[in-house]
């Protein structure tokens, strides 16, 4: 199993992001979450910022949506040429037809659920999409404390994508740091988002290289 590790630029410099995406070249992609102040109770940038950070990044751009409406807004994501557009589930009326426009605009389409939200509703969409996050925070805000009670939702995705034979990440997001990381690959995480445990430390190639080390170390 391919391990991709995903630092979130939440816990980056905004006033020298340039340059923050080129400390993470090493990385898999550079996550970028757009917050709208409404779906969740913070505000981060949008279409404007995710197009400039398109043309200057070095690695692919993971656009995790956190807004509402997400049916309406998230192909526009897709447009701005993002390798990967994530919405959450409980912010789309259509999850099936919005997959399928931010495939249809070149993009892989991505689903996130909270952690209080069920997955088994899910399961069978699954040939719909090609990734799937599952918070392991309440969405919103970096440096929260990793959520070990989400790891079954896990679980039962990898399971499902297992036994239809299907190429979908599996994407965790939140608390992820060396102590964690382990845990949800265990679960069947291959996708990490990592925030301040990348950014946070002095070397931030060392950083994605000790994560992406932990992580291999438990995936099966």
Known sequence: MTVRINPSILSADFVNLQHEVERIA???????DVMDNHFVPNLTFGPQMVGRLQSVSPIPLDVHLMISDADRWA?????LGAFSVTFHAEAAADVVATARAIRDRGSRAGIAVKPGTPIEPYLELLHEVDQVLVMT?????GGQSFMPETMPKLRALR???????LDVWLQVDGGIALDTIGIAAEAGADTFVA??????????????????????????
């Open 26 to 32: 090493t990385a898999d992609l550079v996550h970028v």
């Open 75 to 79: 192909p526009g994501y897709a447009e």
């Open 137 to 141: 925070v309440e969405p919103g805000f």
């Open 159 to 165: 399971e499902a994508v297992r036994a239809h034979g």
């Open 195 to 220: 925030g301040s445990a990348v950014y946070g430390r002095d070397s931030v190639e060392g950083a994605i290289a000790e994560l992406r080390a932990a992580a291999t170390a438990h995936t099966h």
